[in-house]
């Protein structure tokens, strides 16, 4: 008898241990909160050399407490357009927190954006860029068309961001 009471005992010890592993790693994988107010917005990328540029933008947004990502688009692209008119609408406000998204032309800025590591294969393209200015490689690229591609970017999005700023 003792035996077996002693096996419960470990039986039920194992299994609370499991059940607290199981509760923190839940707690660790949740989302982060997001403001239901954050507004993601764009800033369109004056001419001249990228690094400098995104050094700028990077201290206004920390400024602003707001998040930073360079953002290549193209006006031909169908998810570029169904993205930025959500944006637009105010469709992700709350969604990702709040985000400036630098934005260029994949078609008329892309020599400039290779000088400074910002190189993609499809768009749009979301980069996360390094405090230097440069390209951290950390990014996401390409979406589906139609009205989908909105829900496909919000996530890989939240994603690449992380934990916003505090």
């Given at each position: ?76 692209c169908e998810p570029c357009r169904v ?45 996360v860029p390094l405090a230097d200015g ?33």
């Amino acid at each position: 008898m003792k035996r077996y009471v002693r096996g419960v005992r470990v039986i039920l010890l194992v299994g609370l241990v499991l059940a607290s592993a199981c509760t923190s790693n839940n707690t660790s994988n949740a989302a982060p909160k997001v403001d239901p107010t954050a507004t993601v917005r764009f800033v369109t990328a004056p001419q001249g050399d990228v690094a400098p540029l995104v050094v700028k933008e990077l201290a206004r947004a920390k400024g602003e407490k707001r998040q930073l990502l360079l953002y290549v688009s193209a006006p031909w692209c169908e998810p570029c357009r169904v993205f930025h008119e959500a944006v637009d609408r105010g469709e992700l406000t709350g969604k990702v927190g709040a985000l400036d998204l630098l934005s260029f032309d994949g078609d008329m800025d892309a020599e400039r954006l290779i000088i400074a590591n910002y190189e993609a294969q499809f768009i749009p393209a979301f980069h996360v860029p390094l405090a230097d200015g440069q390209s951290s490689g950390k990014k996401i690229e390409g979406s589906v068309k139609g009205g989908g591609a909105v829900a496909d970017l919000v996530p890989r999005l939240k994603e690449l961001l992380g934990p916003a700023p505090n």
